[in-house]
């Protein structure tokens, strides 16, 4: 792979960020790659571990002169980093973001860039429970979906970054930003929420020991509590920031649900049958995709966090 940037900025040095410049390096996509975190310790683990070649103290001072910047930081603060950043910005330079939101990214971040920089929001489909700088890997983006939002953005700067995110690994789409936060709403955030809850309910239960839940905890609710300890603060920003989606799949869901109920309710054996034959095509079809194939040694959840 060829080189594609010459200097790589990335703000916030999660399992995202970290894992972004393990792939660059890997694929000698970029001349220069500086990082920098909001965290002194996170700053020092990077600098330890050496997939940045320079980490700097603010980000102002990383995005100096590069002509791809990444917001790698949970979606709450985006706006406030790119006001940071914006003086600083290079004319012509590329801003992208890793948030699993994107209309609030927009409406957030947007208002604060300069007419000479050219924003397109994105978002990997890819993750871990995982976080921290320690936790990212070079192959976490191998196959995967990066959706990007052009929202409007010119087509030249949309095809590199597209090349980029190919270059890192991933497979590419785009999609405008409402369109992306109901598919997301449904493939990402009510899954996780409910595995919180059933977390929750499990914990609440009296009746079940946190001895007996650990103990007997069968694969479905090994899923669970992988998926819930996904990083908090990312978690927050994303319901907050995505409530209509959310709220609309949580509706359909309790939907589904309640005829569940009934048909147990009335012993209705041939609707549980049809409706489980219908879902299992579904997860059938997902692993057709090539989308269950998981990182060695990791789980499949999400963060962008330092």
Same mark, same amino acid.
């Given at each position: 792979m060829t080189q594609i940037y010459n200097r790589v900025a990335l703000i916030g040095l999660g399992l995202i960020a970290s894992s972004m410049a393990h792939a660059m390096r890997r694929a000698g996509l970029a001349?220069?790659?500086?990082?920098?975190?909001?965290?002194?310790?996170?700053r020092d683990i990077a600098r330890e571990l050496g997939f940045c070649?320079?980490?700097? %103290?603010?980000?102002?001072?990383?995005?100096?002169?590069?002509?791809?910047? @990444?917001?790698?930081v949970p979606v709450g603060v985006m706006g406030k980093v790119a006001e940071e950043i914006?003086?600083?910005?290079?004319?012509?330079?590329?801003?992208?973001?890793? #948030?699993? @939101?994107?209309? &609030?990214?927009?409406?957030? @971040?947007?208002?604060?860039?300069p007419d000479h920089i050219y924003f397109i929001p994105g978002h990997p489909l890819a993750g871990t429970e995982h976080s921290g700088p320690n936790s990212g890997f070079a192959e976490l983006f191998d196959n995967r979906w990066c959706i990007l939002v052009p929202n409007g953005a010119d087509a030249a700067a949309t095809a590199r970054l597209r090349q980029y995110w190919e270059g890192l690994g991933s497979n590419v789409e785009e999609m405008d930003p409402e369109h992306h936060d109901l598919v997301l709403a449904v493939t990402s955030?009510?899954?996780?929420?409910?595995?919180?809850?059933?977390?929750?309910?499990? %914990?609440?239960?009296?009746?079940?020991?946190? &001895?007996?839940?650990?103990k007997y905890s069968a694969a479905g609710f090994r899923d669970f509590t992988r998926i819930a300890a996904s990083d908090p603060t990312m978690?927050? %920003?994303?319901?907050?920031?995505?409530?209509?989606?959310?709220?609309?799949i949580l509706g359909r869901f309790t939907e589904e649900l309640f005829a569940l109920q009934r048909a147990i309710r009335t012993g209705d054996? %041939?609707?549980?049958?049809?409706?489980?034959?219908?879902?299992?095509?579904?997860?059938?079809?997902?692993?057709?995709?090539?989308?269950?194939?998981?990182?060695?040694?990791?789980?499949? #959840?999400?963060?962008?966090?330092?």
């Open positions: 001349g220069e790659i500086v990082g920098t975190a909001r965290s002194p310790e996170t070649d320079r980490i700097t %103290d603010t980000a102002a001072e990383a995005v100096a002169g590069a002509d791809l910047v @990444v917001l790698a914006a003086p600083h910005l290079a004319k012509g330079a590329t801003v992208t973001d890793v #948030g699993s @939101v994107k209309q &609030s990214v927009i409406d957030m @971040v947007g208002p604060h860039l955030h009510t899954p996780h929420l409910i595995a919180y809850t059933m977390v929750g309910v499990a %914990d609440d239960l009296g009746r079940v020991t946190d &001895s007996e839940v650990i978690w927050r %920003d994303v319901f907050l920031t995505n409530k209509e989606a959310t709220l609309e054996g %041939d609707a549980l049958f049809d409706y489980f034959t219908h879902t299992r095509a579904i997860r059938r079809g997902i692993i057709e995709a090539g989308q269950d194939t998981d990182a060695p040694n990791f789980g499949r #959840g999400g963060g962008a966090q330092e």
